[in-house]
């Protein structure tokens, strides 16, 4: 066989590669859809979270806006926040007072600014802000097409009602952006990890529905349903030297806080 021809053979093997790779990247279904798939753990200080209203607006939502926009479809993007408010009440049996913590009702939140003066929360507040979380499109779209969003972000409070939990992160953010959107992200994260000063912010492709296991990074859940707790060797993540957690070969880190 001579050279030309393995050359021609080669380019052949190349094409099917690509051909799919294509087909692969193209498939939208909840299982398969394919991601850019980032986890920033944010800074311990409680002043610096995301939902403060003058962080959100100074500091995250400018970088998230600039990956929403990217998609044909923004004015169906839809969130969902958890926040409670703390009451005091007495305790039928025992007559003791407690402190119950009662949801807060937000209506539908949209990306706009009116949503964000709703969710956001002043700098000092007895709220607990427990979550975040972005469709774009909507749950409703995904739901009536059979396909996960083209674009996701949830943002999770790592501390706890009393705030005596012993925390190696403040907040964990989740961004998950289709592929088939063909965004470059990446230098947006970077620029947002900076910012922020994130203690870590890394990268890997993953597909919406489909459990992995890589290293050990396990991944039971589907991607809106990422959490810290149990991800990395089974184990919560806040029992663990934060500083020696292993993200490499498996991850692309974006950022290391310095």
């Known amino acids: 066989m001579n050279q030309q021809t393995m050359k021609?053979?080669?380019?052949?093997?190349?094409?099917?590669?690509?051909?799919?790779?294509?087909?692969?990247?193209?498939?939208?279904?909840?299982?398969?859809?394919?991601?850019?798939?980032?986890?920033?753990?944010?800074?311990?200080?409680?002043?610096?979270?995301?939902?403060?209203?003058?962080?959100?607006?100074?500091?995250?939502?400018?970088?998230?806006?600039?990956?929403?926009?990217?998609?044909?479809?923004?004015?169906?993007?839809?969130?969902?926040?958890?926040?409670?408010?703390?009451?005091?009440?007495?305790?039928?049996?025992?007559n003791e007072e407690f402190v119950y913590h009662s949801d807060i009702n937000l209506g539908r939140l949209k990306w706009d600014e009116k949503s964000h003066e709703k969710w956001t929360t002043p700098n000092k507040t007895e709220n607990h802000f427990l979550d975040f979380e972005l469709w774009s499109p909507i749950w409703t779209i995904c739901e009536k097409r059979q396909s996960p969003p083209e674009i996701f972000i949830s943002i999770s409070n790592e501390r706890d009602f009393e705030k005596k939990r012993d925390i190696k992160f403040g907040y964990f953010i989740v961004v998950a952006i289709a592929k088939s959107l063909k965004l470059d992200s990446k230098p947006i994260m970077k620029e947002l990890s900076e910012r922020i000063n994130s203690k870590a912010t890394i990268l890997k492709t993953r597909r919406w529905g489909k459990p992995e296991k890589a290293g050990n990074w396990t991944f039971v859940n589907w991607i809106q349903d990422t959490f810290s707790n149990g991800i990395y060797k089974e184990k919560n993540l806040h029992s663990l030297e934060f500083d020696k957690l292993e993200f490499e070969p498996i991850w692309e880190v974006i950022y290391r806080h310095k």
Not at 19 to 24: I, S
Not at 59 to 77: G, R
């Open 8 to 94: 021609s053979i080669k380019e052949l093997g190349n094409k099917f590669i690509n051909l799919y790779e294509n087909l692969t990247n193209a498939d939208s279904s909840w299982e398969n859809r394919q991601y850019d798939f980032y986890l920033i753990f944010g800074q311990t200080e409680e002043n610096k979270s995301p939902w403060i209203k003058t962080n959100w607006k100074s500091d995250f939502e400018p970088y998230f806006d600039l990956l929403i926009k990217q998609n044909v479809i923004l004015k169906e993007t839809g969130i969902r926040v958890t926040k409670y408010k703390p009451e005091k009440r007495i305790s039928k049996k025992e």
